[in-house]
Nanobody, 118 residues
């Protein structure tokens, strides 16, 4: 069974930085597209950033220029470097793995809380 475990969340002041990690197991990590999503209280889950197997990246407009997604295939780990954090970035952040046969992100981690105080 695929496991995705996020870490690195916490409480940070506005303007600060955090680095999230997503450790994957029981999956061919190097052959899997990955992404970060987030869900704020009372809101729907939204896309944050994605990275293909080849390292191509895509970002939500709200985080462009502030967040950076990366992956280390040797460690089966994905990262999200978050800089210049804003109060509106407060959410539970989830990592997700893409399933080609279903053509959607279908494996999810348990989430890590990011709280940005203003």
């Amino acid at each position: 069974q695929v496991q995705l475990v996020e870490s690195g969340g916490g409480l940070v002041q506005a303007g600060g930085s955090l680095r999230l990690s997503c450790a994957a197991s029981r999956i061919t990590f190097s052959g899997t597209a990955m992404a970060w999503f987030r869900q704020a209280p009372g809101k729907q889950r939204e896309f944050v950033a994605s990275i293909t197997t080849g390292g191509d990246t895509n970002y939500a407009d709200s985080v462009k220029g502030r967040f950076s997604i990366s992956r280390d295939n040797a460690k089966s780990t994905m990262y999200l470097q978050m800089n210049s954090l804003k109060s509106e970035d407060t959410a539970v952040y989830y990592c997700a793995a893409y399933r080609l046969e279903l053509r959607r992100y279908d494996y999810w981690g348990q989430g890590t809380q990011v709280t940005v105080s203003s």
